[in-house]
């Protein structure tokens, strides 16, 4: 089992957010995936976690909540561990 530490995601994350979100065929052209990190981080309600393990970052989730209702988009898990059911469980623990 793979041991992940879960954190918010830092300035030095983003190029590796984007580039596992494309691995993971989660971006969209008419969709800048940094505008939207960059809208995550910027307010109280939405910030973007990352799963760190031996290798840096593995996984990675947006969320956020408008009130009474929380939110989770752009789940990713790094390729290596997609269908092990590591860093999926872990991500929706922390939520």
């Given amino acids: 089992m793979t041991?992940?530490?879960i954190t918010k995601a830092e300035d030095g994350d983003i190029d590796t957010i984007v580039s596992l979100w494309t691995r993971c065929g989660l971006?969209?052209?008419w969709n800048d995936p940094r505008a939207d990190?960059?809208?995550?981080r910027s307010g109280p309600?939405?910030?973007?976690?990352?799963?760190r393990g031996a290798k840096g970052i593995v996984g990675s989730v947006?969320?956020?909540d408008d009130g009474p209702r929380g939110w989770g988009?752009?789940?990713a898990?790094?390729?290596a561990l997609q269908g092990r059911g590591e860093t999926t469980g872990t991500t929706f623990s922390t939520l």
């Fill in 27 to 29: 971006t969209r052209p």
């Fill in 77 to 79: 898990v790094d390729a």
């Fill in 3 to 5: 041991a992940l530490t």
């Fill in 73 to 75: 988009c752009y789940l």
């Fill in 62 to 64: 947006m969320v956020g």
């Fill in 37 to 40: 990190i960059a809208l995550a």
């Fill in 45 to 51: 309600n939405a910030t973007i976690l990352v799963g």
